[in-house]
């Protein structure tokens, strides 16, 4: 069974960028609700409930692609859905740092990284919010390394995680309304400049890169 993570900052710490209200609300009962909907889905195929997380999100990816998968198809959409939401929910918040003095300097290795990747530090940043910032409708917008040990930038619709496609996470931020409304609206763009501004953990976007080359 899984079991919602506890998060390594209180509600507050993350305030002004990201509102109490906003974060109790998005980890207590959005992230709490893909976990007791995987848990339930899980009920229904007992034997998928011995896989890890992140197997069972490649199993996803199997079944998507049409291959031979563990998932029946009964329960694919259960499973994508809420496998993913909690995933990428887990993802994000250890990617969030209440510390605004985390920069990037504390990753000199990703930073050269993406600066031969994307032409530039400001010119990966402009892309990386200019991907979140087009997602139509819910998702999220993610650095990754590529099963071709390449950094990518791309966004996933709804719950979709790149570990359904073997694809590291190195950075992401959540664009579904839930993550943002509350203080910001409609103002997505402006959320997004926050956080990548603030609240990212360079020092462990770092160790992740590092550690799938």
Excluded: C
């Excluded at 509102?19 to 109790?24: L, N, S, V, Y």
């Excluded at 859905?81 to 920069?103: C, Y």
């Amino acid at each position: 069974m899984y079991q919602l993570p506890k998060l390594d900052f209180s509600y507050h710490a993350l305030e002004p960028y990201i509102d109490e209200a906003t974060m109790r609300i998005h980890h207590s009962k959005h992230h709490q609700a893909y976990v007791d909907n995987l848990n339930r889905a899980l009920q229904e195929q007992s034997d998928l409930e011995k896989l890890r997380l992140q197997d069972l999100l490649q199993e996803v990816g199997k079944a998507i692609k049409g291959e031979d998968s563990l998932i029946k198809e009964d329960y694919l959409s259960a499973v994508r859905n809420n496998g993913g939401g909690h995933a990428n929910h887990k993802f994000f918040w250890k990617i969030l740092s209440e510390r605004p003095q985390n920069p990037i300097s504390d990753a000199p290795k990703l930073y050269k990284a993406v600066e031969d990747e994307f032409g530039g530090f400001s010119e990966f940043r402009d892309r990386f919010i200019e991907t979140g910032l087009k997602r139509f409708g819910s998702g999220w917008v993610w650095l990754v390394v590529n099963k071709q040990k390449k950094l990518e930038i791309y966004s996933t619709p709804n719950q979709d995680s790149p570990l359904f496609w073997g694809d590291q996470p190195i950075l992401a931020v959540d664009v579904w309304e839930h993550a943002y409304y509350l203080k910001y609206q409609n103002r997505r763009g402006e959320y997004l400049s926050v956080v990548f501004d603030n609240l990212l953990n360079w020092s462990l976007a770092e160790k992740l890169f590092l550690k799938v080359l």
